[in-house]
């Protein structure tokens, strides 16, 4: 029979010890990170995993590509043994019925989360039940003058908080982010506040958020933390239809401008994606969340600090080929443990 956990449990399949470690490139510390892995531990990982290739086997770094400047690249992460030998520093997929956790690497790492952020933006504008029609405006207040980024949301423009929201979700738009946490009730101070108490209410105790956008390398959290935030987010129908959309087009002016989603993966038609968010800036790697249906299961599937543009991307095709191949699909699993 197979062993299920729960959210909770899950923490316990997997931790990892490193020390506090100074980021010269980043210019912060990496904090510190608890304990060893027991045996019961190592175990019950195994269990999850039973037909995973040889844990002996290195992750692989791409020789021709430039050292990362991510956190997570810094405190060794890449170097953990993974089966699968994904790109991705951390790793965890659940099956979201049962809580099975299918595969995991560091999940309990904390990390820069980037534009993940903005997926509890959503659940924080969704559940103000603020009117989706109001017209709100780009000010000078939503230029990015941390990381320099680029928008062709000038300030001046004026869109319904509800564009906002879909272009924030599916096109990681940042001004757009930044001036939805700026017109809620009380301003991006009281915003921020209710980011947190959000990641609270969700037992997200490794989450911490400082902003809307994902800018700042202070946003940070681990993959078991967004693991539940999917969970929670998939419920509200909104944000799995804006997140899930191709394109959209928006009039700004007098021009139609045509904006596209930054996960290629959902106008794949071999992939089943209820739900998803993109993220990157050079702290956090890149990264992506998902939830998705595959092998007769439906998953969440978070990869966080993944090393090259395109390996996000082809972790997750990694794991999706994984798990057609080497896991039971759920009917079969229940049919088994029936038995």
């Known amino acids: 029979m197979r062993r299920h956990y729960s959210f909770t449990d899950m923490r316990v399949l997997?931790?990892?010890?490193i020390g506090m470690i100074a980021l010269a490139l980043a210019g912060a510390?990496?904090?510190?990170?608890?304990?060893?892995?027991?045996?019961?531990s190592r175990a019950s990982a195994k269990a999850a995993h039973p037909k995973a290739p040889s844990s002996r086997r290195p992750a692989r770094i791409a020789a021709f590509e430039p050292a990362s400047q991510s956190f997570g690249y810094a405190a060794g992460l890449?170097?953990?043994?993974?089966?699968?030998?994904?790109?991705?520093?951390?790793?965890?997929?659940?099956?979201?019925?049962?809580?099975?956790?299918?595969?995991?690497?560091?999940?309990?790492?904390?990390?820069?989360?980037?534009?993940?952020t903005k997926l509890m933006t959503a659940m924080v504008v969704s559940e103000a039940n603020?009117?989706?029609?109001?017209?709100?405006t780009i000010t000078d207040e939503d230029i990015d003058t941390e990381k320099g980024t680029r928008s062709r949301l000038t300030p001046g423009t004026q869109l319904t908080r509800g564009v906002m929201l879909h272009l924030a979700l599916m096109?990681?738009?940042?001004?757009?982010?930044?001036?939805?946490?700026?017109?809620?009730?009380?301003?991006?101070?009281?915003?921020?506040?209710?980011?947190?108490?959000?990641?609270?209410?969700?037992?997200?105790?490794?989450?911490?958020?400082?902003?809307?956008?994902?800018l700042s390398?202070?946003?940070?959290?681990?993959?078991?933390?967004?693991?539940?935030?999917?969970?929670?987010?998939?419920?509200?129908?909104?944000?799995?239809?804006?997140?899930?959309?191709?394109?959209?087009?928006?009039?700004?002016?007098?021009?139609?401008?045509?904006?596209?989603?930054?996960?290629?993966?959902?106008?794949?038609p071999s992939w089943d994606i209820g739900l998803q968010k993109t993220g990157f800036i050079?702290?956090?790697?890149?990264?992506?969340?998902?939830?998705?249906q595959m092998a007769g299961r439906k998953l969440i599937m978070v990869l966080l600090d993944s090393a090259g543009k395109y390996s996000r991307i082809a972790d997750a095709e990694r794991i999706r080929k994984w798990l057609s191949t080497s896991q039971p699909s759920a009917a079969a699993a229940k049919t088994a443990d029936a038995g």
């Open 14 to 17: 997997k931790q990892l010890s």
């Open 29 to 40: 510390s990496f904090g510190s990170y608890a304990a060893s892995t027991s045996n019961s």
């Open 78 to 116: 890449h170097s953990t043994a993974d089966p699968l030998a994904l790109r991705s520093g951390a790793a965890l997929v659940l099956d979201q019925e049962t809580h099975e956790v299918l595969y995991s690497k560091n999940p309990e790492a904390v990390l820069p989360i980037a534009s993940l």
């Open 130 to 136: 603020l009117p989706l029609d109001e017209k709100l």
């Open 171 to 214: 096109s990681s738009e940042n001004r757009a982010a930044n001036a939805l946490g700026r017109n809620y009730p009380g301003g991006l101070p009281a915003f921020v506040e209710a980011m947190n108490a959000k990641a609270k209410e969700l037992g997200m105790t490794d989450t911490r958020y400082v902003e809307p956008t994902g």
């Open 217 to 268: 390398s202070h946003n940070q959290s681990s993959a078991h933390d967004l693991a539940l935030l999917v969970n929670a987010a998939h419920e509200v129908p909104l944000l799995r239809e804006y997140s899930t959309t191709p394109s959209l087009e928006v009039e700004l002016g007098r021009r139609q401008v045509q904006f596209h989603t930054t996960d290629r993966l959902v106008s794949n």
């Open 282 to 292: 050079n702290e956090a790697g890149q990264c992506l969340v998902m939830q998705a």
